[in-house]
């Protein structure tokens, strides 16, 4: 009897959540809540506490948009990942209406400050161009954020881990770029994920703080690179104790076989942590990397890099994704 009870108390919980769940529909065309994704996500109630989803329709939508700090538990499904497109082309050198100039900070076409974001199935996009300097797509500053199946693409400077202590999840995801386009403090994992190099540059530039334990952790990606590259680092160290390490990542030969590259400071080669374990593909040359880099042994993936959960401290980015 009590074992029914609970089953009752546990089935009418869930009915009480999809019954408090949010929906509604962003179209460029009318046939939607409405046409803008900010006005969209304007509607999430502050200090919001239950599931908040906002459906967009295939489109380009070039708009800046902010999800603020109160807004939480918001999840974005696009309708094709390749045609429902969000973007804007701010980027360093420019300056607001205002006056203000654009910094890296403030360049992104889409700041996520609302913690248990999740977004699915949409291209997030920076389209300032090649020679426009850093010019953020997604700047993602809240923490256990998730996206799915997406495409993050630009030039310099286009995913921005922020958010110090911040976790992240990032599965069958296409993230592409020139310089340092994977970056910041925070933790990520990506899963299953393609990166794209456009330039003879770096992948990441993480600034990982010293007392954090993992930074960015790619698990079975994929890196690739435009044809005739060939002189690009796995990564470069923003700030000393900068934290990376990809597993089980099929590497291209656009890798230089050193790896990785120490910012042209002898000193960063005492405190970054960079890794791997069981790279293979053309780019692997684990006999080739830098000495300060590591090799991780059996016990040390199994210790520090056997879940996805312990990365992100106890939180399951797979779970309902």
């Given at each position: 009897m009590k074992r029914f009870l609970l089953s009752i108390s546990l089935l009418a919980s869930i009915a009480l959540v999809k019954a408090q769940t949010k929906n509604i529909t962003v179209a460029q065309d009318g046939s939607g809540n409405y046409k803008t994704v900010q006005e969209a996500l304007n509607q999430v109630p502050a200090d919001n506490k239950t599931p908040f989803v906002i459906h967009i329709k295939n489109g380009i939508y070039k708009e800046r948009l902010i999800l603020d700090t109160r807004r939480n538990f918001v999840t974005l499904i696009g309708e094709d990942k390749d045609k429902t497109i969000l973007t804007y082309d701010n980027h360093v050198g420019m300056a607001f209406p205002n006056g203000d100039?654009?910094?890296t900070w403030s360049s992104a076409s889409f700041f996520i400050y609302g913690n248990d974001f999740t977004a699915k199935n949409i291209t997030f996009q920076n389209n300032a161009g090649f020679t426009a300097g850093q010019a953020v797509a997604l700047f993602v500053n809240g923490t256990r954020e998730r996206f799915k199946n997406c495409k993050l693409v630009?030039?310099?400077?286009?995913?921005?881990?922020?958010?110090?202590?911040?976790?992240?999840?990032?599965?069958?995801?296409y993230i592409e770029g020139t310089t340092d386009f994977i970056f910041g403090p925070a933790t990520a994992v990506f899963k299953n994920c393609h990166i794209h190099s456009k330039k003879n540059s770096h992948v990441t530039a993480a600034s990982t703080p010293r007392?954090?334990?993992?930074?960015?952790?790619?698990?079975?990606?994929?890196?690739?690179?435009?044809?005739?590259?060939?002189?690009?680092?796995?990564?470069?160290?923003w700030q000393p104790y900068a934290a990376v390490t990809y597993i089980h990542c099929d590497i291209g030969d656009h890798i230089v076989p050193e790896g990785w590259n120490n910012w042209k400071n002898p000193d960063n080669e005492k405190t970054a942590r960079y890794a791997e374990y069981n790279s293979y593909g053309a780019g692997a040359n684990p006999s080739a990397r830098f000495p300060w880099t590591k090799q991780l042994t059996k016990e040390e993936y199994d210790e520090k890099y056997s879940s996805i959960e312990k990365i992100l401290g106890g939180w399951d980015p797979q779970k309902d994704l």
């Open positions: 100039s654009v910094t630009g030039f310099q400077d286009v995913l921005f881990c922020s958010g110090q202590g911040a976790k992240q999840y990032y599965e069958d995801c007392e954090m334990k993992y930074g960015f952790v790619f698990i079975d990606c994929k890196l690739t690179a435009d044809t005739g590259l060939n002189k690009v680092s796995l990564g470069r160290p």
